[in-house]
Nanobody, 124 residues
Framework: VQLQASGGGLVQAGGSLRLSCAAS????????VGWFRQAPGKEREFVAA????????YYSKSVKGRFTISRDNASNTVALQMNSLKPEDTAVYYC??????????????????WGQGTQVTVSS
């Protein structure tokens, strides 16, 4: 599967952005999908994940209540709505697919397919 993340940009603190992850190739509807982010000099960090059905979601503590992950299997897309953005949300955001099934995972090594990343910059 090929993943393409888009929607990043520059926004002021308190603003919103909506990221999108579009998939092509291997069947996408049976995968869990996660969003991760990586700031300069820092390790890749889990942000949110969603099961293949969309029925279960999982968020990191730092974004819970501000970000919402959703998916549309008919269009092979997963979205990350980011509200009340903070300067510390600045990072490159990546979407990733996990075909292993089971519980949602928050470690990047469980995800076998990655998009190229999209830059999110939040100014104070």
């Amino acid at each position: 599967v090929q993943l393409q993340a888009s929607g990043g940009g520059l926004v002021q603190a308190g603003g919103s952005l909506r990221l999108s992850c579009a998939a092509s190739g291997r069947t996408f509807s049976r995968t869990a999908v996660g969003w991760f982010r990586q700031a300069p000099g820092k390790e890749r960090e889990f942000v949110a994940a969603i099961t293949w059905s969309g029925g279960t979601t999982y968020y990191s503590k730092s974004v819970k209540g501000r970000f919402t992950i959703s998916r549309d299997n008919a269009s092979n897309t997963v979205a990350l709505q980011m509200n009340s953005l903070k300067p510390e949300d600045t990072a490159v955001y990546y979407c990733a697919a996990d075909y292993s099934g089971g519980v949602l995972r928050d470690k990047p090594w469980f995800y076998g397919y990655w998009g190229q990343g999209t830059q999110v910059t939040v100014s104070s």
